[in-house]
């Protein structure tokens, strides 16, 4: 698992204490503080494709959007770069994200067709 049982229980607390977010940066560092800034900005997003019922989630960054697929993978270049490559870092900031995100209910639901989801495929396998 990305975060510890008690990391997930100290992000579903309605709000952060100082106390919390400062361990979260020591641990996390600017990761953790682009994170939040997504999910606040509601750059965490939720597909429901039907009637294939699949699920996909996305986080939006700055220049496009990314397929995160939870604990696992980020089409993005950091986790190309730093997680797979490196292996300096567990994860990128939008799968943070995407944890924060879905720990904390702060994520917006898309509700599309599959046909809508060949679509995008095309799109978010495109590297930036
Ligand atoms: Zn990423």
Redesign the pocket.
Known sequence: MLLSLKEIRTLSKEVLEQSDIEYFQDKYGKRFVRAMRAVEEGKVRKYHFSPSRVIRWT?V?RSKE?L?IPEVF??????YQSVVIQRNSK?????LAQKIGEIRGQFTVLNMTDADRRRLYHVWRKVS
């Open positions: 986080v960054g990314y995160v980020c089409s993005c270049r950091d986790f994860m990128c900031y939008h799968l």
